[in-house]
């Protein structure tokens, strides 16, 4: 969609003529805009209730507006009366207030686009926004967000994964619209993940709260170490001992008589590989640390280790014949 479409989106939303992927950019625009949309939709309300009046062109009026934000022309709008009734001049006000409208949402389309993110395959994509805020993404992650981040709150949207370190304002709250969750905050680093039909976040410093878009007042307040965990309504908060939870961001994997069970699900996150594990394996225990390696370096290592072996299959990996000959099994 290109940034000067929003105000034609717009008009179809008030007329009813949206398709369902349209409608999701002017939702994304209202929640962004909730003043301008609220004062934009009284007015088309009162242009409704006014008397229509044939001489004076809404079409006409609009290219005018356009024309002069692009520089390209000047004209004058001509509104020629034809009745003297009050109504007349009530119709006259809405239509110029409804243009005037249009013209300040192009406007602010074109200057504050809704820029959207999204990283495929690959991990660690850096986006550094308006106010200095610095977002890693995950692989399979999408973030939305208005360039400048005007408003009271400073507000994106987010899908799959991603760590955010957000520049403290308090007089500017940073909002994180999340699946069915929201996560706001003032200034802190922390990890916000929306996969597998829930909203996870893990809070590395500061002070983040997350709550529920669909259940009001149910919201926690998560502090360094916490987790907090959005699924079907329910909030839940535990500790999160391991730095291993942001391991997909930084790289680097420590694991400290680990067993297997536990090792695969956290190699899973980071390398977003489904791993199969034998069921007498799942009680190995593991000692080591890896630093920005590939999954197959890990495995290999890993083997040397437990002593197993391993098939890469299309969907998934299946590790197998495991022995636990380096005696840390518990």
Not at 26 to 49: D, G, H, T
Not at 149 to 158: A, F, I, T, Y
Not at 270 to 298: G, M, P, W
Request: positive net charge.
């Amino acid at each position: 969609m290109q940034n000067q479409d929003i105000n034609s989106l717009l008009a179809k939303h008030f007329n009813g003529g949206l398709l369902p992927e349209q409608n999701i950019a002017v939702e994304e625009w209202i929640k962004s805009n909730p003043l301008e949309y609220s004062r934009l939709k009284s007015l088309i309300e009162k242009a409704e209730q006014a008397v229509y009046n044939p001489d004076c062109n809404l079409d006409d009026a609009w290219q005018n507006i356009d024309a002069q934000i692009r520089g390209k022309q000047t004209q004058t709008i001509k509104l020629v009366k034809t009745t003297g009734q009050r109504t007349w001049w009530m119709s006259i006000a809405a239509s110029l207030f409804l243009v005037t409208s249009f013209a300040l949402i192009y406007y602010s389309s074109y200057y504050n686009p809704l820029i959207t993110v999204s990283t495929g395959n690959f991990a660690n994509k850096q986006v550094t926004l308006a106010d200095g805020s610095l977002v890693t993404l995950n692989a399979n992650s999408t973030l939305k967000y208005f360039k400048l981040l005007s408003g009271d709150k400073r507000q994106v949207r987010l899908e799959g994964e991603a760590f955010f370190e957000v520049t403290k304002n308090p007089a500017r709250p940073f909002v994180i619209e999340a699946g069915k969750g929201q996560v706001k905050v003032l200034g802190t680093s922390f990890n916000v993940n929306t996969a597998q039909a829930q909203v996870e976040v893990t809070v590395r410093t500061g002070k983040v709260q997350l709550s529920s878009t669909k259940k009001r007042g149910l919201a926690i307040t998560l502090l360094p170490g916490n987790r907090g965990t959005l699924h079907n309504d329910q909030l839940e908060k535990d500790t999160v001992a391991s730095e291993n939870e942001y391991a997909w961001k930084t790289g680097i994997l420590v694991f400290r008589k680990e067993r297997m069970s536990s090792l695969v699900k956290v190699l899973e996150n980071t390398y977003h590989r489904k791993i199969i594990l034998d069921n007498n394996a799942a009680s190995c225990a593991v000692t080591a640390t890896f630093k920005n390696q590939t999954l197959e370096s890990v495995l290999e290592e890993l083997k040397l280790i437990l002593k197993f072996n391993y098939e890469v299959k299309k969907d998934y990996i299946l590790i197998h014949n495991l022995a636990c000959e380096n005696d840390n099994r518990e």
